[in-house]
């Protein structure tokens, strides 16, 4: 594969990120780490939290930024980063109902190439008064075949490991920076909104891990505000900040970003929290995921839906799931029948329909739980797999339907991908060693976490017959980043063989495991 000088960001990108790291060396924490906008502060508008774009195409993405007070949002763009011809989009007014969040869509943008954009935010009042521009850049789809080069991951600052200043905080995000992606995939738990942080930890070694503490991460989530602090925390990172104005983010969630393995409909019993409707608590932390990442298919007020198709050029279709906003309650996960499942019947209508559509040589499916690792909640089954060996029962059934629909429609290049078990490993999915026959193999991959505790390896559940060829997980339970077992993946589509590779890497930079996968066949 020609790769050029992508790995080291080309000359373009580098200039764009002198920029970005003069402009983070400027900014003060506690100006960021406050909830409420500088109004009473003179000056011109601010945007410290940075610039995002999501869910690029060959044509446009959708960008992303918060403004410190009330103020237009407006967008140009530029094929260099001289911006000496610009195109110029007037966005949304960002005022306090989105939390001074706004996005504005990109279209017309040519296939294949580099696109650099700014962020000027205009006084609300006085237009000719705006803030210093906030440059980002990221490269649109091919339009035609060519090589394609993401990451994924997902889990940042859970168990208790936040920001910490003496570690450079969340390094491994200047690691996968430097690979230069064309995209970030997010999978899920991109917050901790259950997990209050302290401001020091010991480590069993005896030294002290020190975290940096905002009033919304002093306590579980519970309101809006505390929902949206929780999603600006991690934008206080400047690793964060500099990646986020280079590589685009196609983002889903999980559980943590509203609380631990929570279902529609559960009545929390934790005792921390006075609002105990997970329904509740879910409506807020939905509208501060949509007012926080840049997701076209959701309006700000949390409306519209997570499960999506992002199509990058005619070689990857990438089917981002939502595992939570439609599945049943936690049960054994032992039932002879299941009628919404993990997916819920609509969802899994859509998923089928599409992948049957879709006409690009990979279909990932961008799973926010594992299929075949038993992830228990309690004595009850959190994922899917519910540790019995034999037909499927509980929510394996829609699984199952899925598996032989790929099957029987012929539908192929499918792999999926995905994070939450806080460990990295490979499993390879066959019918001849299954209690269920009828789907065609594949391969699913597991990575994570970013910066989390890290976990023992799950166990595998045998319905589906995976068989687990690379493992890489701790001995002991919540281990701290600054102790390894930091994960995150890397999948290259080459655009002349159509071969893809996941490499599944550590933080530090290590290759642990690589599988070549060859296009159009069964069974690899």
Do not use: C
């Not at 109004?39 to 508008?45: D, E, H």
């Not at 789809?141 to 940042?156: H, I, L």
């Not at 280079?246 to 970003?257: K, L, M, N, S």
């Amino acid at each position: 594969m020609n790769t050029g000088d992508r790995g080291s960001g080309g000359p373009a990108r580098r200039s764009v990120l002198r920029g970005g790291l003069a402009a983070s060396a400027a900014l003060a924490v506690p100006a960021l780490s406050g909830a409420a906008p500088a109004q009473a502060l003179g000056g011109r508008p601010g945007a410290a939290w940075g610039v995002q774009v999501g869910d690029v195409t060959d044509r446009g993405g959708t960008v992303w930024v918060r403004a410190d007070r009330p103020a237009r949002m407006v967008v140009e763009t530029s094929a260099t980063d001289s911006f000496r011809k610009v195109q110029r989009r007037r966005g949304p007014l960002l005022g306090p109902g989105t939390d001074y969040t706004g996005t504005v869509r990109l279209h017309g943008l040519p296939p294949g190439e580099q696109v650099h954009y700014r962020v000027v935010l205009e006084d609300a009042d006085d237009p000719r008064r705006s803030g210093e521009p906030v440059e980002g850049t990221f490269r649109t789809a091919p339009g035609r075949r060519g090589d394609v080069r993401f990451v994924w991951s997902g889990d940042v600052a859970g168990q208790g490991w936040g920001i910490n200043p003496d570690r450079g905080g969340y390094r491994v995000y200047d690691e996968m920076q430097r690979l230069d992606p064309d995209f970030f995939l997010h999978s899920g738990d991109t917050v901790y909104a259950d997990g209050p942080l302290s401001t020091q930890v010991t480590l069993p070694d005896g030294s002290v891990w020190r975290n940096l503490v905002t009033e919304e991460k002093a306590k579980v989530a519970e309101t809006l505000a505390e929902y949206r602090g929780n999603f600006r925390y991690n934008l206080l990172d400047e690793n964060v900040r500099r990646f986020n104005a280079q590589v685009p983010i196609v983002v889903q969630w999980d559980d943590h970003e509203v609380v631990n393995n929570w279902y529609p409909g559960e009545i929390l019993t934790d005792e921390r929290y006075t609002e105990r409707r997970a329904d509740v608590l879910a409506a807020r932390a939905r509208r501060a995921f949509a007012e926080y990442f840049p997701v076209p298919t959701l309006r700000s007020d949390g409306a519209g839906r997570i499960y999506r198709r992002v199509s990058y050029g005619p070689l990857l279709d990438v089917f981002v799931l939502d595992m939570r906003t439609y599945r049943n309650a936690n049960s054994d996960g032992l039932a002879p029948d299941d009628v919404h499942g993990v997916l819920g019947r609509e969802q899994l209508a859509w998923l089928k329909r599409e992948l049957q559509r879709s006409r690009a040589e990979w279909k990932v499916i961008a799973s926010d739980m594992p299929l075949g690792l038993v992830v228990p909640d309690g004595t009850d089954v959190e994922a899917v797999a519910q540790g019995d060996p034999g037909a499927p029962l509980g929510r394996e059934l829609q699984i199952a339907e899925l598996l032989r629909h790929i099957k029987q429609r012929g539908i192929t290049g499918t792999v999926w991908l995905t994070a939450d078990v806080h460990h990295t490993s490979a499993q390879h999915y066959d019918p001849a060693r299954a209690g269920f026959k009828d789907f065609a193999p594949f391969w699913e991959f597991v990575t994570g976490p970013l910066h989390a505790g890290a976990f023992p390896g799950s166990a595998l559940d045998g319905t589906f017959g995976p068989e687990r060829v690379f493992l890489k997980a701790p001995e002991a339970a919540n281990v701290a980043p600054s102790q390894g077992f930091q994960f995150y993946g890397e999948v290259e589509i080459d655009g002349g063989s159509r071969e893809l590779t996941v490499r599944l890497r550590e933080e530090g930079g290590a290759v642990l495991f690589t599988k070549v996968l060859r296009p159009g066949l069964v069974g690899q």
